[in-house]
């Protein structure tokens, strides 16, 4: 499995309230449980304008495909090839 960060660009995202937010994340749910992959969505970060999600998924083409079924945009699809955080220094 690989992980994937998908850029969403949605304008007036950080004005969404709480229950659309819930609604979105519903969704999304609804379709990782109906997938043909193994799929994991892990997080999601929201911005003014943007929406930025962690999934694992075997490839790109099954970010796509959650994306399609949700009728979520992705406009950026990036594989992670690794991590880093303070503890990388030591």
């Not at 850029?7 to 999304?28: M, N, V, Y």
């Not at 994991?40 to 970060?45: A, D, K, L, M, S």
Request: with cysteine; proline share 6%; glycine share 4%.
């Amino acid at each position: 499995m690989k992980k994937f960060i998908i850029e969403r660009d949605l304008p007036g995202a950080g004005k969404l309230t709480p229950a659309e937010l819930k609604a979105i994340a519903r969704k999304s749910c609804e379709v990782v449980d109906n997938l043909d992959v193994s799929y994991h969505w892990i997080q999601t970060f929201v911005t003014d304008n943007k929406l930025y999600c962690v999934h694992i998924a075997p490839d790109r083409e099954s970010v796509l495909e959650h994306a399609r079924r949700g009728g979520f945009p992705a406009d950026n699809v990036t594989e992670v090839r690794s991590i880093m955080d303070p503890t990388t220094a030591a």
